[in-house]
């Protein structure tokens, strides 16, 4: 299967927002309601932020927030901090019990 | 807490194979599936496959089928991965992760192979 589109780097400054998209087909993103955000540091594993394409894990600030829109699925980082500079990525389950990722975002803040 | 804690770094020559393993804790080992995704240098995450930890299925991405195995011990909870006929574009940072329900949620810290002559 082929990754998910996602830009490969989105800037903001501090207090703004930014919104990352991944968009897929309708055999993934499109078709089902499993797509998750990741947020990888360099030299770290990547980071569950937003599962079932708009839940939040225990922990994760509210300003992180999911949203989909056929096969098009949206990660929104509102009001900025420097400690949100880092790779994004998306993952969408793409039936026949396999997965796909996204090619990663580099979000840096201004 | 959940943790996956990862074997160590590995240096291999072209054409062997690696295995690493994956030691879980803080939930039922059986319940739940490992996946496995690497990482080359500066790349995208690139799904491989799975293991269901209690049924023993399997599952692999079409990129790998042939040259990843995976097996589980059951009694230490742990989970391995070993890939074949390795080339140096398998130098990569390998990571095994826990699926709950549909969604990959916790991660490894990683494990590095480098494949070189």
């Known amino acids: 299967q082929s990754a998910l589109t996602q830009p490969r780097s989105v800037s903001g400054s501090p207090g703004q927002s930014v919104t990352i998209s991944c968009t897929g087909a309708s055999s993934d993103v499109g078709g089902y309601n499993y797509v998750s955000w990741y947020q990888q540091y360099p030299g770290k594993a990547p980071k569950l932020m937003i599962y079932?394409?708009?839940k939040r894990p225990s922990g994760v600030p509210d300003r992180f927030s999911g949203s989909k829109s056929g096969s098009t699925a949206s990660l929104t980082i509102s009001g900025l901090q420097a400690e949100d500079e880092a790779d994004y990525y998306c993952c969408s389950y793409a039936g026949e019990y396999t997965w796909v990722f996204g090619g990663g975002t580099k979000l840096t803040v201004l | 807490q959940v943790q996956l804690v990862q074997s160590g770094a590995e240096m291999k020559k072209p054409g062997a194979s690696v295995k690493i393993s994956c030691r879980t804790s803080?939930?039922?080992?059986?319940?739940?599936?490992i996946h496995w995704v690497r990482q080359a240098p500066g790349q995208k995450l690139e799904w491989m496959g799975w293991l269901n930890a209690g049924n023993l299925n399997t599952k692999f991405s079409q990129n790998f089928k042939g040259r990843v195995t995976f097996t589980r011990d059951t009694s230490a909870s742990t989970v391995s991965m070993e890939l074949s006929s390795l080339t140096s574009g398998d130098t990569a940072m390998y990571y095994c992760?826990?699926?709950?329900?549909?969604?990959?949620?916790?991660w490894g810290q990683g494990t590095l192979v480098t494949v070189s002559s």
């Open positions: 803080g939930y039922t080992f059986a319940h739940y599936t």
């Open positions: 079932d394409v708009s």
């Open positions: 992760a826990r699926e709950g329900g549909y969604n990959i949620d916790y």
